[in-house]
């Protein structure tokens, strides 16, 4: 019976100590509420030298990237709160 009472009283101390160290610490959610400005998008060409002797050089004409270029929609910055 002692034994019992023992663990109990372990287990419920340490449910208290987690239940209190959660909620001393501050949420994400309400760490990244306020505005929010895009700076850059920043984006990584993967160059695989095997794969580019397999397909060989570029096939497309510098006109066919130019016509395909008039359709592209172009990001800009954005602000969130």
Not at 63 to 68: E, I, P
Request: glycine residues 4%; contains cysteine; hydrophobic residues 45%.
């Amino acid at each position: 019976m002692r034994t019992l009472t023992v663990y109990l009283l372990i287990v419920v101390t340490a449910a208290l100590v987690m239940f209190c160290a959660m909620n001393s610490v501050e949420s994400p959610e309400h760490k990244i509420l306020g505005s929010w400005k895009e700076l850059a998008w920043e984006y990584e060409k993967v160059y695989n030298r095997a794969a580019r002797n397999e397909i060989g050089p570029d096939t497309i004409s510098q006109s066919v990237k130019d016509q395909l270029g008039q359709h592209l929609v172009i990001h800009s910055a954005e602000h969130w709160q």
